[in-house]
């Protein structure tokens, strides 16, 4: 067991841990909608539509602004 | 022990604050006046905790060292600090936003489970954070039944979230990934550095937190801001 | 042709700009808000780096402009108007006697400052406890001989004010060090048994003698010189508890005192902006007068034929005041002469 931080942490610099710290949150905050993330949201979505009338309702009222998204998920492609 | 001054990420923080999203603003700012830590509840307690010793490294990118810390994670949030910074630094958005990168180095992951029960088990199910079956003594001794304040105020003896609200709160949660994150929190088996084999560490060192579900090492931290005071800690080791 | 000058504020850059000019053949009409000459330097007890009695100097000060002829000083009296350009200005003054006008060559502004009220700071409890005061109140104190006995602590509170974007000026005040180490050393010489405790984030006091004046605090008087800004002053029963990091150990530490004093900012003088707007000159972010060229013409204002003196123009000791006011003087000698 390493004595302190330095030690733990070798040869790695403050600059390498600063990298990959850098790349998780701008995976993190990114604004991209990759197929994948758009798979994993639509789960908690069909929970919200089935739960009744009123919920379902409330979701098509976003439907509109969330169609560039989902083609955009889909196609891979940024429309203009 | 000796620091290596080229061993800080020099512009680790200007490059870092548009990643950010302004999670991490004015830290240039900071004047190391030592307010914040005055007025800390946290400090008093704990001196190896100081919020300015953290800015401070922030600012110089000495990563690693708050990265490793113990102190990163004695915060609880008061917000005390930012209300009294003369440069109005938010040192608790700076302690959210370090914790998830200590998290994704694989460092405090045991004081996160402890959270899991509240916020998959309670939060999720009932859409209240704190269960209301648990009871504080001094609470109780103090003010007395919270359940009986309640009715007397003319609300119902318990809190409650309508199924709509929980359902929201659901959808939220998947959207948002916290769902997912907790899972993930649970699938933790915590192991600890004192006891892992070379081999096991050969291992941890090459990888960073994973992304399915699984086992997650949680590193060693250290007390890298000065000594933890206490009685256990008088003797040299 | 000789013209008369208008000087406004009757503090020691006023005064001393007001003699020049009379000294040198030139005639002064000099005008002061209040009822009495002076200015800030008539609130003080004693001046810094050296303990000098404060009130002596002033008033034999007041005495030379008041026996010097070709002053005249109007007392309780404001700038209502200013028409004209250099050297030929017409002025309207108001005073409760009524309003006159006058012709005057040059107009020489010595607005002086203010000490800033620290009501936004809730955490130094300033205004809810009697024993949280600010340095004016700390000098009117120790005239009246009302400075804690016996075995009491003292803490002494830098940059209140200064230095702090979120409740008050991004700049260093300057006088501050100076005049809390002052302060702690009157504290001390008024009572031996007292302790003094200042907290400090840097200690800027330039100038001759000035770092050995808070050497000798140091050193002389025992004063104890804790690195770190308070965050909180707590009344506790008869006491005070003064809580605040000591940032060179990297520990939090707490004071029990009897007495807090908070060096307030110096800030721009009340009303500083009206007066530039009737004067027609420009302010700067803070509402100090701004001056022409930082270095070479700091008491030129951006108006020819108004010339600028003392703290309106700066946060600024008694001595550089003393010469803005002496180099504003000759300013407005070339233009009247």
Redesign the interface.
Known sequence: MADNFMEEYGKETSRDVSMRTKKYFSDLFSLEMPLGRMMKMMPGMLKFMMHGKDTREDLFKFMPQMMPMMKEAITGKKEG | MLEQVKDWDDDFYETFKPIAMGFVNEAE?C??????????PA??VT?SY?P??IIRDLVYGNVKRVLSSVELWQCFFCSGCY??????INFPFFVFMFRLAAMNEGYGWEDVKQLEGYAEKSYLKDGITVSTFERNPFVMDNIGDISKIRVEAGLPPERTVSPRGIAEINMISDLSGMTAFMKQIGGVELLDCTTCTDEQAKRCKTKPMPSKVGKIKTHHRYYN??EPGGKKNAEAR | MSKKTLVIGGGIAGITAAQKIAQNGGEVILIEKEGELGGNFAKLAYTFPVLADAKMIVTREIQTAKATSGIEILPQTELRGVSGSAGDFTVELNSPSGTRSEHVGAIIVAAGFHYMEPTAYT?YSYGRSPKVVTSLEFEKMAAENRLPKGNARVVFVH?VGS??????YRYCSKICCSYSAKHAIMMKKANPDSKAYVFY?DIRALGKGYEEFIRDAMEVYNVRYI??????VIESGSKLIV?????LI????EVEADLVVLASAMEPPEGSRDLAGILGIATDEYGFFQEAEVNVRPCHSSKSGIFLAGSCTQPMEIASAVAMGGLAASEALTLIR
């Open positions: 700012k004047l190391q006046c030592g307010k914040c830590t005055g007025q800390c400090a008093a001196p100081n300015r010793k209300s009294v910074c003369p440069m109005d801001y000065g | 955490e940059c230095r702090d974007k979120a409740k008050g984030i690195r770190g800004r308070v965050a909180k809580r605040a990091e000591d940032s990297g520990n939090p530490v």
